[in-house]
Every structure is written in C-alpha cells, then in structure tokens.
C-alpha cells in the first residue's frame, strides 16, 4: 500500500535525500550541490513509502502568501508508471490548500510536461536549461 506524508523524524528525511539522490544525482546526473540546496532548510517535504519502502519523494517552498512552487518531484524508476506521481502531486496540492495558497508553479523537465497537464498545470515559459536538463516553468491555480 502506498502512503504519501509529510516528512517528520530524521529517518524520514534521511530516506526523503535517498530517493532524491538515487533519481537525480546516480539516474540523471545532476551534480549533489545543485540537488541539495539552502532551500532545503525551510522546504516542507514529502515522502511516499511502499509498506516500509520509500519509492518516492518531493518538497513543497511557501514563495509568498498565496504562491507555493512545487520542486525536487521523484519517484523510483522501479515504481514509475502506477501512478504515484499523480499521488505524491495530489497530496502536496491538498497541503498547499490547507495552508491557503492559491497557486502552485513548478520547473518541470521537458519531457514531463504531459504529465503534468493531465494534472492542471499550464507551461508559463520557454524552455530553459537546469542542471544541463531542459525545463519549463509550469502553474496552476488551486
């Protein structure tokens, strides 16, 4: 069964940056420094287990009173294809609802971006590279 959470104990997080690292550091590439950054400190986190088994992580950042940007979305490649993105998203939606903010934005990489149209988003910029990956900036209001 999978259960999407807020991160709360130290193991949490500590399995959170696991699954962070083994997608975007070991599958993507993208050098350690630019995955874990300063915004990490104030984030709120999220993470989805398998029974005990975390598959899947990502981190919600307050921009502003009524705008939340949504970051760090991953889920193991093992797991990908049963819909747990479409969880984790869901998930971080309501929170962002239950603490009033009206809009979400997000950097999704290129070839994301039909996934998360079937969620609501809508791109709001050329493409543009991060971490040598092309992305768009994406939002939705809420």
Do not use: W
């Amino acid at each position: 069964m999978y259960n999407v959470k807020i991160v709360e104990t130290k193991h949490e997080y500590d399995d959170a940056f696991a699954i962070r690292k083994k997608v975007f550091v070991e599958e993507q590439g993208v050098p350690l420094h630019l995955e874990c950054d300063a915004e990490d400190a104030t984030a709120t986190h999220f993470i989805m287990y398998n029974h005990d088994e975390p598959v899947g992580a990502a981190r919600l950042r307050s921009i502003d009173n009524t705008t939340a940007k949504i970051e760090r979305v991953c889920i193991l490649q093992s797991q990908r294809g049963k819909k747990l993105g479409a969880l984790i998203m869901n998930e971080m939606e309501k929170h962002a609802i239950s603490i009033n903010k009206k809009t979400l934005k997000l950097h999704a990489q290129s070839y994301a971006i039909p996934f998360y149209e079937k969620l609501g988003y809508t791109v709001t910029s050329p493409e543009f590279m991060d971490a040598g990956i092309p992305h768009r900036a994406m939002e939705k209001l809420i």
